[in-house]
């Protein structure tokens, strides 16, 4: 259970974070409103993958071996999600 507060929290942390620091790379990682499926009132970060990842690392190293059992093909599988995610929501011209 602890594992899942830690990783929660550190989840939620790393949004905040992103969302605080979006001055520095909002030219990069802001979505901008025009679009179909635009929901927000201002142009926000897409990058929020990066504090799931976060959340799912600090989940990983706090958790007991059973749990890492489970945790790390997650990991694994979510390495490739990720880094194309990322490379997605910079450089905007990666397709589905």
Known sequence: MQANLIAFA???LAGLGLIATQRWHGRFSLDGLDGIQKHHDEPTPRIGGIAIAAGLLAAWFTADP???QV????????VPALLFGLAEDVSKRVGV
């Open 10 to 12: 550190v989840t939620v």
């Open 71 to 78: 945790l790390s093909p997650l990991l694994l599988a979510g």
């Open 66 to 68: 059973a749990q890492r």
